[in-house]
């Protein structure tokens, strides 16, 4: 059985959990739930490694138990630490530290004082107003518990992109192995990469529909075959999520691949561009009465109603068409035009030692330059740097820059925007950095009006450079806190301020929405992967498909740029 890194960090976040509910030693906690985060950004699969006989313990921060562990899940698909958890604390409980406002000692008390098992107990404790009478709640943080309960129930159906990678990967290749497969594709939300998923669309070209179909349904992950025809089948994968397979001739794949990665709207405005041209368009091609004129490739598709090629991020229906009938569709951005990170933490406290590992990683990223941006103290986090230890990693940096050769590390901060709009440092540390990051991590609650002068306020600091991750939202788990995001975003074009597009899948903050938005305010975006590990540096991807979503280009995002025409857009 495949086990994919998606699970086996899923495994231990619960397994950090429950152990967090159960008041187990915090460092063992933390220990459990690094793993699950470092696993979670891997690029390459654990098993292929255990497979290829790697070492895990050459990741950083596993040692020998937790390798033997993640190998013993993985061989067998068992877990014995967690399902041994799972006999003393009921497992449902691991639901409820996903409610924004809940952790393991909220739940602890939900699950000991009023005997909460799941979401509909704590909705009705709510109801009743006895979660606000119990110590460490209150009616402000009950509040926050009930939209944190509603957000969840909107968006729970709905899986992030990044946890749904492995499984296309599996999927695609299972399916271009069996016989009469000519061409495969995840096609819907996942081909057009929006930020969560809802059910998987795989389109295939192959004339032995039946057998193709009967071999598909086989797939190890497969947990209910709901229908399986002779050319369409839907199934449901252990995951839980939906898959459906629809097999068609291979003159008819490209309109089929079009069809079915939508969106719903984009493809009924193409439709009746076709109608007005007296042609019929489907999922089996293009027509003239009963003659095909085009279906083998999306290309002519398009082509056939006077279109050129439009790349799938764009087909929302949000003027793509009508910028392609112009010819000014956007040479959207690629990983390629990525020449730095300008958002990155330190892993370790060993000082040069962990900043050179850093640089030589990005290096064969391709990166001309690297921007250390660990928190500011404020955050009461292990690492956070207070004046006297940011001193201490300049100069380190700079010791370092003199010794590397392909790459310039940019000394820089996640600093902290308070509640007034002040940073947690003082100016005169912060002067001696390349750029500043600054962040709001906490009162969320403020007013609309409140939270965009606090930003604005900030903004009008010269010292600040980057506002990062925007809106502070948590995909599936944290509303946006509420602000006007259009003031701030001409705050910023007046500024000469620059919006992060943090990479996070997490986060993807700014959506593509406000992506295209600060696109035509003329405001400057940092796509930056706010790595935590080297191995998060791949999360660019990410942002780099949230930012074609929202129509940007090379010329839109600063870190495509050489250092210098860098430095002249960060200065103020």
Known sequence: MTIHNSEIAAAFYKLANLLGIEGANPFRVRAYRNAARIIEGLTKSVAELITQGENLTDLPGIGNDLAK????????GKFPLLKETETRIPPVLNELLKIEGLGPARVKLLYKKLKIKNINDLKTAIEKGRVRKLARFGEKIEKKILQGILHREQYVTRAKLVD?????????????????????????????????????????????????????????????????????STVRLRSGMQVDLRVVPKKSYGAALLYFTGSKDHNIALRKIAVRKKLKMNEYGMFKYKKQLAGNTEEEMYRQIGLPYIEP???????????????????????????????????????????????KIAEEYGYEYLAITDHSKHLTIAHGLNKKTLWQQIKQIDKLNHQLKKIIILKSIEVDILENGSFDLPPDILKELD?????????????????????KRAMDNPLFNILAHPT????????????????????????????????????????????????????KIAISSDAHSTNQFAYMHYGIFQARRGWLTKNDVINTQPLSNLKKLLKR
């Open 69 to 76: 562990k993640i190998t013993v899940l993985v061989e067998t």
């Open 164 to 232: 749904t990678i492995s499984t296309v990967t599996a999927l695609t290749h299972y399916i271009k192995n069996i016989k009469g497969v000519e061409k495969v594709e995840c096609a819907g939300s996942f081909r057009r990469h929006k930020e969560t998923v809802g059910d998987l669309d795989m389109v295939v070209a192959g004339s032995l529909g039946k057998k193709i179909i009967d071999h598909f349904i086989q797939f190890e992950e497969i947990s209910e075959v709901i229908s399986h025809g002779s050319t369409r």
């Open 313 to 359: 991020e764009l087909r929302e229906n949000r003027g793509e068409i009508e910028a392609a009938q112009q010819d000014k569709l956007p040479k959207l951005i690629t990983l390629n035009d990525m020449r730095g990170d300008l958002h990155c933490h330190t892993t370790a406290t060993d000082g040069a030692a962990q900043l050179e590992t850093m640089a």
């Open 435 to 455: 750029l500043r990051i600054c962040s709001i991590h906490s009162n969320f609650h403020l007013s609309s009006e409140e939270q965009t002068n606090r930003i």
């Open 472 to 523: 502070g939202r948590l995909i599936n788990r944290r509303e946006p806190y509420t602000f006007n995001i259009e003031q701030v975003m001409h705050a910023a074009k007046e500024r000469g301020c620059i919006l992060e597009l943090n990479a996070q899948p997490d986060r993807l903050d700014l959506n593509d929405l406000y992506c295209k938005a600060a696109k035509e305010i003329g405001v």
